[in-house]
């Protein structure tokens, strides 16, 4: 009974490591698609901060990435920026990448 025990806690323990590290990777990806959206858009160095942030807490709308990708069309939108919805999500699975390298470069 012990092993079944320790092998439960195990399990439990890679879910929540697993959990923990795919939140890390997305929030890095969100960081840096509000990073791009930011250049697109011209803003500031603490406009481009401020703008990243919101693009993570944007995140926790809804489960997916939907919310993050209607946060951008609206905000690119707004701010007269030829790009589509086609283009956010290529380039949110571009982030996705270079987000989950960067997170593994530094473990």
């Given at each position: 009974?012990?092993?079944?025990?320790?092998?439960?806690?195990?399990?439990e323990?890679?879910?929540?490591?697993?959990?923990?590290?795919?939140?890390?990777?997305?929030?890095?990806?969100?960081?840096?698609?509000?990073?791009w959206?930011?250049?697109?858009?011209?803003?500031?160095?603490?406009?481009?901060?401020?703008?990243?942030?919101?693009?993570?807490?944007?995140?926790?709308?809804?489960?997916g990435?939907?919310?993050?990708?209607?946060?951008?069309?609206?905000?690119?939108?707004?701010?007269?920026?030829?790009?589509?919805e086609?283009?956010?999500?290529?380039?949110?699975?571009?982030?996705?990448?270079?987000?989950?390298?960067?997170?593994m470069?530094?473990?």
């Open positions: 009974m012990t092993d079944f025990k320790d092998r439960e806690r195990g399990e323990t890679k879910f929540a490591f697993d959990q923990e590290t795919a939140f890390k990777i997305a929030a890095r990806r969100n960081r840096l698609l509000g990073e959206a930011a250049g697109l858009m011209g803003l500031t160095e603490e406009e481009t901060d401020a703008y990243k942030k919101a693009v993570v807490q944007a995140d926790f709308e809804e489960a990435d939907e919310d993050v990708i209607r946060k951008l069309l609206g905000d690119l939108t707004a701010a007269d920026c030829d790009v589509s086609a283009d956010i999500r290529t380039k949110l699975d571009e982030c996705a990448v270079e987000a989950r390298r960067q997170y470069s530094e473990g």
